[in-house]
């Protein structure tokens, strides 16, 4: 007998219960977040790099959907360390190398620090990393992006949220809030983890999405439970998304997003080394370096403690960039955004305040033209014109009329959307 059953689908006809169970678990899931990621990088935007391949099929106990889904969220664990390897695939135009820089550049803005949780995130966005986590319990936490000349870490340790650029040497401090309960929380921007990955999925399960067991699978050396989750609607530019799931702990192990065109995973993020021993406690102690430049930031809340920024030595110098405190409010800044459509296919649409993207001698400019043209499909209906710029997940048409329509769905159902919109 199989040490699993594939047949147990969320939504399907007959079994209304079980679609029930699935959300109801799901729901609960969301809220055993292992407390390891406490600098953002977005979900979407993350993967394992292909060496990190299952390894052997090991023999496990039957288990359904519902089971596996209840065991996430029955996971008490709230100790350890290990190693993550996340890389990207959005089949991004290359700019040479410059989009990490522009991106982060931008987001950092005038007088901002490197050393912002907020500056790094569009760096995770491309390319292949190291990531070491750590965690002991809802108030300590360590996440180190590391590369071959540096180290980024950010610490969240009780009150206090230290981040680290050890290539700037520049540092950002922050403090967290507290729960009506007295329990620190730290600030949480996107999920960093297989298991903070697997929880916004278990998010999304509903009457749309098909849920089943996969089979098994070895990651990071520990036997695995694989929770396949599928889009039920046609539009969704998501193929699959596969969590390996530890058979003894509950908590998700890698976290795998493949596109419906095929080819290589977009979001896949996963363990080559964990433990779940209790850290140490130095693990989560961090003191400036002498003559780092330190910024102080503002607290999760949103209320305005900087007071400037400082070197290690106490030298005064510019004030700190609040872009990191607007962050969590981007959708403030779009004009009417609203939601089209539900589940998988639902398409995000807002206008720009302004005028879409130029396109042919609109621009006034050939050469800008001919560059926007190259990284977007121009494309026409009822709403007029407008541009279509695509990734392998994320698609966005924005129109000449400065309406944009963006989702993880088609190019076809972008038009589709802002068609039904006239």
Do not use: C
């Not at 039920?232 to 702990?249: E, L």
Request: avoid cysteine; hydrophobic fraction near 35%.
């Amino acid at each position: 007998m199989a040490p699993y059953e594939s047949d147990r689908t969320a939504g399907a006809e007959g079994l209304p219960d079980e679609a029930d169970d699935v959300r109801a678990g799901r729901r609960k899931a969301a809220r055993y977040v292992v407390p390891v990621a406490v600098v953002g990088v977005a979900a979407a935007t993350i993967g394992l790099v292909p060496a990190l391949a299952d390894s052997g099929d090991p023999s496990l106990p039957k288990i359904t959907a519902q089971q596996l889904i209840e065991k996430i969220a029955g996971s008490d664990v709230q100790q350890l360390s290990g190693t993550v390897k996340v890389s990207t695939d959005l089949g991004l135009p290359s700019l040479g190398g410059l989009e990490s820089s522009f991106l982060s550049g931008a987001t950092r803005g005038s007088g901002g620090s490197s050393a912002d949780p907020q500056s790094k995130l569009l760096e995770l966005a491309s390319g292949t990393h190291t990531v070491r986590v750590a965690a002991d319990g809802p108030d300590k936490a360590k996440v180190s992006v590391l590369d071959s000349a540096a180290e980024y870490s950010v610490i969240h340790n009780g009150n206090d949220v230290w981040a680290y650029d050890s290539k700037s040497n520049e540092v950002y401090h922050s403090t967290v809030p507290t729960s009506d309960k007295g329990q620190e929380k730290a600030p949480k921007d996107v999920p960093s983890t297989p298991k903070e990955l697997a929880d916004e999925a278990l998010k999304s399960v509903d009457d749309t999405t098909s849920v089943t067991v996969d089979g098994t699978a070895q990651v990071a050396g520990r036997d695995a439970y694989k929770l396949l989750i599928k889009p039920k609607q046609s539009g969704s530019t998501v193929g699959a998304i596969t969590i390996a799931v530890d058979a003894k702990t509950g908590v998700p192990l890698k976290f795998t997003l493949v596109p419906r065109s095929g080819g290589a995973a977009v979001v896949d993020a996963g363990f080559t080394k964990v433990d779940f021993a209790k850290p140490t406690a130095s693990t989560f102690d961090f003191a400036p370096p002498k003559g780092a430049k330190v910024t102080e930031g503002k607290d999760a809340k949103g209320t305005k403690d900087a007071k400037g920024t400082k070197d290690a030595k106490g030298t005064k110098g510019s004030m700190a960039s609040e872009s990191a405190a607007k962050s969590g409010d981007l959708g403030k800044g779009l004009d009417g955004l609203k939601t089209i459509g539900k589940g998988w296919s639902s398409i995000a649409e807002f206008g720009t305040g302004g005028q879409g993207v130029p396109s042919g001698s609109a621009s006034g400019n050939s050469d800008v033209s001919g560059f926007l043209s190259s990284l977007g499909d121009h494309v026409k209906g009822k709403f007029g014109s407008g541009t279509v710029f695509s990734t392998r997940l994320v698609n966005a048409l924005i129109t000449d009329a400065g309406k944009v329509y963006a989702g993880a769905v088609t190019k076809d159902a972008l038009v589709k959307a802002a068609n039904a919109a006239q």
